[in-house]
């Protein structure tokens, strides 16, 4: 009896200085939300009201994992374990940009940063969330960010259009025409003489021809076969980060985004801030496609492949690809937008070719595109099939 009463003491004093806190944290502007060592939610500021779109009698109690979309709500509890475990600071003392959920489903991206504080001698965090899909600020929160993606564009980009107007192809080209032209004036009288001359001349157009193609072979493989560094990323990082750059503008308000990560083949090989990229425009393109549809539905999953690879895919439920732009989708200056350049799958196609994986399109079980491409896996002990 005497310990259940120490607990009730204890609970009573850390309720009475929750109170006090309430107070003070209700004056901060942007949200803040204070939790338990098991996840629960002990207070809930009024810029958290305003944010989320809850009453705080009706998160008290609950778990934060409320308050996120997959895969950080199935995860959360892990994370605080691990660190009540082993102490190990994974995401306290940080700040970092990632995505939370309204009380209506929508997903919108946020800063969120971490903190942790005794309350009755008992161990609580503090979460300080600032909504950045209208922010002033966001430029300068995601300017690195941005930066980094923008470079990645920029030099896939001059890839695509050197591999389309490199100035060594002039030469090759010039002589077919002139080759092909004199051919085709020696055949206008097809005497003995003249076709000798015009087999020569068929037969240096071909020789300029196969130039060329290697001219272009060198070409690719120099933008291939760059000095590409791999690292071991986590996939639930790179979806989260480009899930909110892409949905910074607001985007994602009506848009029903469910995210679903293999926890079998969790880490991959890959240079994180390419890969944010090609997330990023697959995820763009999605919700640019659903614009005008009724429902809005966006799928990201990552599932385990064979050969030690990983699919990641990216769903939507918009009104599909046409046909005639589907087999040549990934070419440079191919663009299903009427304003579109048609640099933006070219540059995820290179991406993902000079990592070793394969991207494709094709029709999702949702009724709009799926786009898919396959990286290595990270954890198989070094072993790849």
Excluded: W
Excluded at 201 to 208: I, K, L, N, P, T
Excluded at 218 to 230: A, E, H, M, P, Q
Excluded at 232 to 254: E, K, M, Q
């Amino acid at each position: 009896m005497t310990n259940t009463a120490e607990n009730d003491d204890q609970s009573d004093s850390a309720f009475s200085e929750l109170e006090k806190l309430h107070a003070l944290i209700d004056m901060v502007p942007e949200a803040m939300v204070i939790i338990d060592q098991r996840g629960h939610i002990r207070s809930f500021s009024k810029g958290a009201e305003r944010m989320f779109g809850y009453d705080e009698e009706q998160v008290l109690g609950e778990n934060v994992s409320m308050l996120m979309p997959s895969p950080d709500r199935e995860a959360h509890d892990d994370y605080i374990n691990h660190y009540l475990d082993t102490g190990e600071k994974r995401m306290i003392g940080t700040r970092r940009v990632t995505t939370a959920s309204r009380c209506n489903g929508s997903t919108f991206p946020i800063e969120l940063s971490v903190g942790e504080m005794p309350i009755a001698g008992k161990r609580h965090f503090t979460g300080f969330i600032r909504d950045i899909t209208e922010s002033e600020e966001r430029e300068q929160t995601l300017q690195a960010l941005q930066a980094d993606l923008a470079h990645v564009s920029r030099i896939s980009a001059m890839g695509g259009i050197a591999n389309s107007i490199a100035h060594e192809l002039n030469q090759p080209l010039t002589g077919i025409a002139n080759y092909s032209a004199a051919g085709v004036d020696l055949l206008a009288d097809p005497s003995g003489a003249y076709i000798e001359e015009a087999r020569h001349a068929f037969s240096e157009c071909r020789s300029e021809a196969l130039r060329a193609a290697g001219i272009i072979s060198k070409l690719r493989d120099f933008i291939s076969r760059g000095n590409t560094v791999l690292e071991i990323a986590s996939i639930d990082r790179l979806v989260n980060s480009a899930t909110a750059l892409a949905l910074v503008n607001g985007d994602g308000r009506d848009v029903d985004l469910s995210v679903s990560i293999d926890p079998r083949c969790k880490s991959v090989l890959a240079v994180p801030v390419q890969i944010q990229q090609v997330l990023f425009n697959l995820i763009r393109n999605a919700l640019e496609a659903m614009e005008r549809t009724h429902s809005k539905r966006l799928r990201v999953t990552s599932t385990c492949a064979p050969e030690g690879k990983v699919q990641v895919s990216v769903s939507d439920c918009g009104p599909g690809l046409d046909p005639h732009v589907a087999s040549r989708l990934f070419h440079p200056f191919i663009s299903t937008k009427a304003s579109g350049i048609g640099l933006g799958l070219a540059i995820c196609h290179t991406i993902v070719n000079a990592h070793g994986g394969k991207i494709r399109a094709g029709p999702s079980d949702m009724g709009g595109t799926e786009f898919a491409f396959t990286l290595k896996r990270a954890d198989l002990g070094g072993e790849y099939d």
